[in-house]
């Protein structure tokens, strides 16, 4: 399975049927690459137990469900409950063996995916970014940048049903120049947060999965033209719900705007890469406006507070 990432080629390798199937159709909205041309090659084993993790204390994890063991141009990260990955930095390769159960957990298999991806894909002048990206051809296209429950989903959901397409659910690609590209996966929401947004009750010839109260979607599914090319970044805009009144944008120092996003984007262990990821968040920190977004309670008139802060850029 060969992916065209906007310039640069992945290639999935993988023989388990039911996994490959997964990963074809989480990866449905990148275009296919040419054999010969592959920049990173990732490669999954099923296996029937978790490989012990290496011998020592993980230079940082631990605690957590993922460890790094990293050295000089290997990293290795021990997920866990659900595999090893072993990530060739210099060739661009990654050789992940993984349990079975990493497809039916909810959204698992998506994550480690874009872990195994996201080393590489940074030494390419890519940097990955916890948030939703969307785009509109009029407009240009913005970041939604927060933790979980800081309303960015619901406010992403209300900006496609206004006509916005998708660039990204959860992993969006910045550069350092401002340009923002897609990075494929489902579009995940509570029925909740699918009702507020305005588009009811997904139906299920719509849907792909209902897992952990959420309703996970193909956006193709949802409107042909769902899916957004990789775009100039607009704005980056941190959503807050303060539970009344209307929504307001207030801008962001360049300084201020850099702080919020660096916890979203920067992952401690890769020492290596940190000096050009910080460069590449400060540009884009100083090329694109920031806002802080305070939701109010009617998510009908999010994609017009949009409009009013990007008239105002």
């Not at 992916?3 to 199937?21: H, M, P, Q, S």
């Not at 805009?237 to 009344?244: H, N, Y």
Request: no cysteine; proline share 4%.
């Amino acid at each position: 399975m060969i992916w065209d990432f906007n310039g640069i080629v992945i290639e999935g390798r993988i023989a388990d049927g039911k996994l490959a199937d997964l990963w074809r159709a989480l990866f449905a909205s990148m275009a296919s690459g040419e054999d010969g041309a592959v920049d990173i090659v990732y490669e999954i084993e099923v296996v029937g137990a978790v490989p012990a993790a290496p011998l020592g204390e993980p230079d940082y994890g631990g605690g957590t469900g993922m460890a790094y063991y990293v050295g000089k141009d290997e990293v290795i990260l021990q997920a866990r409950r659900y595999g090893q990955l072993r990530l060739d930095l210099k060739r661009g390769r990654t050789e992940a063996k993984m349990v079975a159960m990493v497809g039916e957990d909810y959204g698992v298999f998506e994550d480690l995916l874009a872990i195994g991806l996201a080393p590489h894909l940074r030494r390419r002048g890519r940097y990955m970014v916890h948030a939703l990206a969307a785009t509109h051809r009029d407009k240009g296209a913005v970041l939604l940048v927060g933790a979980q429950g800081a309303g960015k989903t619901t406010t992403g959901l209300a900006l496609l049903k206004a006509g916005w397409q998708l660039l990204a659910n959860d992993t969006p690609l910045v550069a350092a120049a401002g340009m923002v590209y897609p990075f494929p996966g489902w579009l995940s929401a509570s029925p909740a947060s699918w009702r507020r947004a305005g588009w009811g009750v997904v139906d299920s010839e719509r849907m792909w999965r209902d897992r952990a109260d959420k309703v996970s979607v193909d956006v193709a599914r949802l409107r042909a033209d769902g899916w957004g090319e990789a775009t100039m970044l607009r704005a980056i805009l941190w959503p807050e719900i303060k539970g009344e009144g209307g929504h307001e944008g207030e801008r962001l120092r360049p300084r201020e705007s850099l702080a919020q996003l660096l916890p979203h984007s920067l992952e401690q262990w890769d020492e290596a890469i940190l000096p050009a990821h910080l460069l590449a968040l400060r540009r884009l920190s100083e090329g694109v406006a920031g806002y802080r977004w305070r939701l109010g309670p009617d998510v009908s008139r999010l994609a017009d507070s949009l409009d009013e802060i990007l008239a105002d850029i």
